[in-house]
């Protein structure tokens, strides 16, 4: 369900487990460690060899991975809602959380997360943080959410930029910000296949 790199280790989410591999050799991945305990696996961020990875109704939860063939969990953050989306830069985690948008966590210590705030969003699936700056993939309603991040103590939304389709993953790089919008896009020609309500309707 779920995959993250950091260097030369893969993590993969697979129902409960965390598995982290060797890719050192890409062709010939081998398996370092897992831990099981997490349920239903939805997203991955990975940090300084620990993950952070998101449950839905399980929410989020740190685990330490700096001695890859040792996974341990160190704790589980309660969340809002259904944890979907994440990232973590610095001492700060972003958790999507479908309707009740994105809440951000101080993870300075991983056994202890504390709750600095949440915004609102319309339904956010995904988020990416990236220089003082983060994005959330909002589902339904077709658009990415950016906030103004660089102070956490004044969080603010500061524009939404339309898909024209659902939106979920998302990633940035070189200036430029990548958004699936999945086969629910406003402008897709279906040929074959089923056709649903949903989408004779948008």
């Known amino acids: 369900m779920a995959l993250a790199r950091e260097g030369n280790c893969l993590y993969g989410g697979a129902g409960d ?41 399980y ?11 040792q996974p341990r969990i160190r704790s589980r953050f309660d969340t809002c809602e259904l944890a979907t989306g994440i990232d973590v830069a610095g001492d700060v ?22 709750r600095i705030a949440m915004r609102k969003t319309d339904e956010s699936q995904s ?15 077709g658009k990415v959410t950016v906030f103004d991040a660089h102070d956490m103590s ?4 500061v524009t939404t930029v339309d898909l024209h389709g659902y939106g979920d993953g998302i990633w940035i790089q070189d200036g430029y910000l990548y958004a699936a919008r999945g086969h ?11 056709i649903t309500e949903e989408m004779r309707r948008f």
């Open 154 to 157: 004044d969080i603010r939304q």
């Open 93 to 114: 985690a972003f958790c999507g959380q479908r309707q009740n948008g994105v809440e951000f966590i101080d993870v300075s210590d991983p056994d202890r997360p504390e």
């Open 59 to 69: 929410g989020l939860w740190i685990v330490d991975c700096t001695n890859p063939s």
């Open 17 to 57: 487990a965390l598995i982290v591999f060797d890719v050192t050799q890409a062709h010939s991945p081998r398996m370092l460690g897992e831990v099981h305990g997490m349920a239903g696996i939805r997203q991955i961020a990975v940090q300084n060899g620990f993950a952070y990875v998101t449950a839905r109704e």
């Open 184 to 194: 629910h896009s406003k402008h897709r020609t279906v040929k074959g296949g089923v």
């Open 127 to 141: 988020v990416k943080y990236c220089d003082g700056w983060l994005y959330s993939g909002e589902w339904a309603a």
